[in-house]
């Protein structure tokens, strides 16, 4: 009798988990991120590459879609006035800072009004940057801000509000789609691609796929010879750059002559 009670209760949590499950919410649906191409190569006349991303959010929700590169540590020197001279006065140390970041997002004011526990943009980037070395605490701010137009000058950094499309919302999703160009001096890697689902200002889903950037062709070889032979990249060098040189002259004053 015990042990048919016992099953009983059994039997009961059981139905009872089946009802739960059948009430519970369906998960948010896959938001299908897709990229074209997936694989950027970077050959000899390689020349930037236009990237097109498409996903869906739920109908009614704003985004935001980000481009990301490693971590990178960069070193620079501070220049300061020593009497009539401007000369290096010591060095600044930057750490956790992406080799490339573009931001999109489908409202403008997700970038250009974010709010201050932001997880996308520069808000973020602005927790996560870390300066050390010749820098004092009240200059943070002043030295991020050069950063970040450093950044922007040399096209690996971006800001794009409003870029972000969101098409009219069909069976309770809208479609999304953006289109960014990578720029000419982008380093080989995997790159992440996200998009994030705003509600309320905070992220409420994220999904991210990869952008992988190989070399191939020349440029791979060089690269490849510069790793591990560097005796046979040394020479290489110098014949490219005498070659170079002679056609240059021999252009020059072949047009000199006319």
């Not at 540590?73 to 290096?88: D, S």
């Not at 140390?93 to 409202?107: E, G, R």
């Amino acid at each position: 009798m015990k042990h048919l009670v016992q099953l009983g209760r059994k039997v009961a949590w059981l139905g009872l988990g089946l009802l739960l499950v059948g009430v519970m919410p369906a998960r948010a649906a896959d938001p299908g991120l897709k990229i074209s191409p997936s694989t950027v190569q970077i050959g000899t006349f390689f020349n930037g590459q236009s990237v097109t991303v498409s996903g869906t959010i739920p109908a009614g929700a704003q985004a935001v879609l980000e481009v990301i590169g490693s971590s990178a540590e960069e070193h620079f020197m501070r220049k300061g006035r020593r009497g009539p001279l401007w000369m290096n006065v010591g060095e600044i140390k930057v750490q956790d800072a992406p080799s490339l970041y573009l931001v999109m997002s489908s409202a403008k004011e997700l970038l250009t009004a974010a709010p201050a526990d932001a997880t996308w943009g520069y808000r973020a980037l602005e927790k996560r940057i870390i300066f050390s070395g010749k820098i004092e605490p009240q200059e943070r701010q002043e030295f991020l801000k050069q950063f970040l137009e450093l950044k922007e000058s040399e096209h690996i950094y971006s800001s794009r509000p409003g870029e972000l499309k969101v098409a009219a919302a069909s069976g309770g999703a809208s479609p999304v789609t953006a289109s960014f160009p990578l720029p000419t001096n982008i380093r080989p890697g995997t790159y992440k691609i996200c998009l994030s689902v705003i509600a309320d200002g905070k992220a409420v889903s994220n999904a991210c796929t990869d952008l992988t950037v190989e070399m191939v062709g020349f440029p791979a070889l060089m690269a490849q010879l510069a790793f591990q032979h560097g005796v046979a990249y040394g020479v290489l060098a110098v014949v490219i750059a005498i070659v170079v040189g002679f056609a240059m002259g021999f252009l020059f004053k072949g047009g000199g002559g006319h």
